[in-house]
């Protein structure tokens, strides 16, 4: 190629100031100064293109002002200059279209640089708005059917248009184009950009917790031969099916990860979402055997390894670990947020260790860690559930007077505080006060009031708390579902016609350990593994371990425990009146004692086909154990177990006290070592219902380990359960043992109520009887006559 002359230079230089010149000051004389001048040259076109002082509006002026046809290199010039960020959406809207149009209309293709360019800004653009996302939807629909893109680069346009729609929540049609990519035809890259997609929408779908459909998406991956998951896309599907309960295919798919040759095996990040999986199902022991296990080989946990022990740990009042993986977790130089210290604060109350929550949130101020509303409300709420109410109650008026850290959840833990105490004037001023401040009246708050209504008989103040809550169309929702259920029960063709119980039974209460050990994994068989199956240089071998036995296990068996209690209000918004109402509802008529009509909502509730939760059957449960109708509690629990739906730890408690009252106290230590291998825990409600079902059966020693146990497991006793002590040992005779329990008591700060009055009362004639009797003793010896 001959060096132009110098003089040609010159003339394009001068052409170009020209053309510049004229964008800037006189733009409608463009076309005249075009058609005076020399041939435009492709060089020259560049240059103007390229100029960094030109707007884009005068770039497009210019670029369409050209009577010539157009380069692929100008169209990928013009075109980086229009997608870009600063670019005014109206002239975007307006000229993106015109320039594919015109490219189409010269048969222009993008090369593979501009085409990428285009798709990552388009990317970015579809997320600002909705009108932007369906431009952008258009515009890569547009380049498809007219196959502008270049020779196949036709699974990236699907692959953009699917992240698109992820970003701007569109899942059900992220879901639709993930369907059409797979329907392209083999090409090179296909293979490559289906795994990303995948991972995105996979991830997409478990935040949304859309099982159905991920099962589904997963289900035509693993149909596809020539498809296979990269780290990322196992460590979704691990957590995932971990998550919904399905251990088997998690650890399946670990087991996969960790013998594909294609990846370097599971990493740090596995390994985290292994161990949230086996902390959210309640396994901590396992969680934390694997946890030592790899710091052992060098593997070294970041900061949502800690964050996730923690969280597992306090959630199942496992408070000494806890605390020991958040002090070495600073040891190690990661820095608790306030999330870390909420859990911790939130382990401690449901532990009873109300002074220690108390220095932790001292320590957590003192350390620079700004609290939130959650950790306000988390100090509200142990306060008043750990007989601090006043205490609780000061701390809410204290920050509502500084205005801040109150939110509508902080009204409604102090609502339903004061409803139960039987304050329902102030409940109903609270409620007043928390619309004025602008926070809405949630259906938790309501179902608060209504039962506290209903339980001291006023239903006449709904009419005073319709006035209260003024704001929404929720109470009257309320109002209108109650009426609505109180005409079906009084309306209800009841099943006495037939005698067919509501609840068929199938055996007896007695017969509990065969429920706790049906279906569920097999614990007690240690899986032999030969030492040409161990893989001797395995980073866990444990989790190894563990992951075969639970794959060799009965996969078709649900999660039979979960670690998370069983909510009565679950949802909010009229939506969730469904289950939720009715819930509340069993909850009011049950306090009442009125279980026949209990049952009766129950039936209308199945009846319309609406499954029944955890909280629905532990509620009608606990009220047949009470009445002593332990084969009707047999039958709900059955039942429970058929409908596949998980017993808490409150399942739990209605079991010891339904065997307490048989007099089959034999059977809860059994009971108990089942719960544990299943992952559970024990509270302070499982401690104090096993110490009483025991006492009354008068294994004291059983009670007495029981207690050293609840104390050295890091659960402080509370009231009720210093009161059951006093009452067994008296009733017992061991006088010495129920005067050393009172005195704990009061060391450990317990306020007596009622209830320990009434046992002291007993104490005190106990010990008066010792005494008559030992004097009767002395005077028969200085006596013998």
Known sequence: MKTPSILKQVAELLTVASITKTLFKNPQTLSQIINNKPIITQTLILKILSNPSLHISHKLNFFN????????????????????????????????????????????????????????????????????????????????????????????????????????????????????LLSVEECSNLNSVIVGSSNYLLSALTKARMKEEFRNVFDTLRERESFSFDSWGYNICIHAFGSWGDLVTSMTLFNEMKEDKNLFGPDMCTYNTVLSVLCKIGKIDDAIVVWNELKECGYEPDEFTYRTLVRGCCRSCRMDEGVRIFNEMKDNGFRPGVIVYNCVLDGFFKAGKVNEACEMFERMTQEGVKASCWSYNILIHGLMKNARSEAGYTLFCDLKKKGQFVDGISYSIVVLQLCKEGHLEEALELVEEMEVRGFSVDLVTITSLLVGIHKHGRWDWTDRLIKHVREGDLLPGVLRWKAGMEASINNLHSKEKDYSPMFPSKGGFSEIMSFITRHQDDDDDEVETSSEEIDEWSSSPYMDKLAKRIVKSNGDAPRLFTPDRGQRVQQKGPDSFDVDMVNTFLSIFLAKGKLSLACKLFEIFTDAGVGPVSYTYNSIMSSFVKKGYFNEAWAVLSEMGEKLCPTDIATYNMIIQGLGKMGRADLA???????LKQGGYLDIVMYNTLINALGKAGRIDEVNKFFEQMRSSGINPDIVTYNTLIEIHSKAGLVKDAYKFLKMMLDAGCTPNHVTDTTLDYLVKEIDKLRYQKASILREKNNPS
Request: hydrophobic content about 40%; aromatic content about 8%; some cysteine.
């Open 669 to 675: 230590s059994a009971v108990l070592d089942r719960l």
């Open 65 to 180: 002002s050209l009577n010539t046809v157009h380069s692929q290199t100008t169209y990928s010039l013009i075109l980086r200059n229009l997608c870009n960020p600063t670019t005014p959406l109206s002239l975007l809207h307006q000229h993106l279209p015109q320039l594919l149009h015109s490219m189409k209309q010269t048969g222009i293709v993008f090369d593979s640089d501009s085409f990428n360019n285009l798709l990552n800004f388009l990317i970015k653009f579809s997320h600002n708005n909705n009108k932007n996302f369906h431009f952008v939807i258009d515009i890569l629909d547009y380049i498809q059917t007219q196959k502008l893109q270049p020779v196949g680069t036709t699974p990236f346009i699907y692959n953009s248009l699917l992240i698109a729609s992820l970003k701007n929540n569109q899942i059900h049609l992220a879901l639709s184009i993930f369907n059409n």
